[in-house]
């Protein structure tokens, strides 16, 4: 049984920067699509980020385009993602989801409901 794992979170001035991990284990994440999410209690769930298999191709929210960075690093089963310039509204429990090989045909990178494994999350505050 596969799993992901989160990391890196904690407590951040506005302004600050952080780098979330998410490692794979029991599985090869060089064939996984994987999305990073976010959700404040009371909120909906909101997709971040998405890296291909490849890591070819990557998808952002607008709200975080030009501050947050999705990368896999294959070697170490890995994914991160560098957030910089990081805002209150930033603020959530992050999850990186994983999916293997790509996304159904006409899917929306920001669906929940195509991924299919989880990590338990890592809480990222943003608070001066």
């Known amino acids: 049984q596969g799993q992901l794992t989160e990391s890196g979170g904690g407590l951040v001035q506005p302004g600050g920067s952080l780098t979330l991990s998410c490692v794979a284990s029991?599985?090869?994440?060089?064939?996984?699509?994987i999305g990073w999410f976010r959700q404040v209690p009371g909120k909906e769930r909101e997709g971040v980020c998405s890296?291909?298999?490849?890591?070819?191709?990557?998808m952002y929210a607008d709200s975080v385009k030009g501050r947050f960075t999705v990368s896999k690093d294959n070697a170490k089963n890995t994914v991160y993602l560098q957030m910089n310039s990081l805002k209150p509204e930033d603020s959530g429990n992050y999850y990186c989801a994983g999916r293997l090989h790509g996304l159904s045909y006409g899917a929306d990178w920001r669906d929940g409901a195509e991924y299919y494994e989880w990590g338990q999350g890592t809480q990222v505050t943003v608070s001066s």
């Open positions: 890296i291909s298999w490849s890591g070819g191709t990557t």
């Open positions: 029991g599985f090869n994440l060089y064939d996984y699509y």
